[in-house]
């Protein structure tokens, strides 16, 4: 199955500032989901992308999917205290149903 | 969307006894998913559990350690097997919704081995 990779795994953002998350898949991907679990919470869903290229925002939130549905990113502008959490990318293989996790990345904001 | 209740929530229990977690959604879904979340780390799938067949075991996961119940499509037990203190996780369930789309988690059961 894929691998994915996802960078960096800490995050320690001035309040206001901008940050992003990338992720890296071994093989290309279906599709690409986002999750953010705040600290003793459990994973919730923040988007799906599905097609190359593709760009979905959420207020400060820009997901984007690669060309060749390999990798993504997650950019956060105007990081607030709220934004604090660990964000997941999970990669869908062609011809799989299995989500395969990043590693994460742990957001600290400092006021 | 699903409402998936996980229980316990906590346990703290002694090495070489088991704990059985369950799982029940509102809804029937096909696929029922176990995840291990070590403290700080991401989520490791389990298994997949399947109504009326076998659970099919990751990597590194054997039935004998992690026994998968699914007797219906909207209830599943995962049970943690005589434990050790590298049992101690947070152990989650997950389902699909509708359209096989986003993944909805269960509370998590934070699981300490003593």
């Known amino acids: 199955g894929q691998q994915v990779m996802q960078i960096p795994q800490y995050q320690h953002v001035q309040e206001g500032e901008d940050f992003t998350t990338y992720c890296n898949s071994s093989?290309?991907?279906?599709?690409i989901q986002w999750y953010k679990q705040r600290p003793g919470g459990h994973p919730v869903f923040l988007i799906q992308?599905?097609?190359?290229?593709e760009v979905k925002k959420q207020k400060r939130l820009t997901f984007q999917f690669g060309e060749a549905k390999k990798n993504s990113s997650l950019h956060i502008t105007a990081t607030q205290t709220t934004d604090v959490g660990t964000y997941f990318c999970?990669?869908?293989?062609?011809?799989?149903?299995?989500?395969?996790f990043g590693a994460g990345t742990t957001v600290t904001v400092r006021a | 969307s699903a409402v998936i209740s996980q229980k316990p929530s906590r346990d703290i229990c002694q090495r070489g006894t088991s704990l059985t977690i369950q799982c029940q959604v509102d809804?029937?879904?096909?696929?029922m998913f176990w995840y291990r979340q070590q403290p700080g780390q991401s989520l490791t799938l389990i298994a997949t559990a399947n109504q009326g067949s076998e659970a099919t075991y990751e990597s590194g996961f054997v039935i004998d350690k992690f026994p998968i119940s699914r007797p219906n499509l909207t209830f599943s037990t995962l049970t943690v097997s005589n434990m050790s203190p590298e049992d101690s996780s947070i152990y989650l369930c997950?389902?699909?919704?509708?359209?096989?789309?986003?993944?909805?988690f269960g509370q998590g059961t934070r699981l300490t081995v003593v």
């Open positions: 997950s389902v699909e919704g509708p359209g096989g789309t986003e993944a909805f």
């Open positions: 809804s029937q879904v096909t696929m």
């Open positions: 093989t290309t991907l279906s599709n």
């Open positions: 999970a990669g869908v293989g062609d011809n799989d149903y299995k989500l395969s």
């Open positions: 992308l599905v097609k190359s290229g």
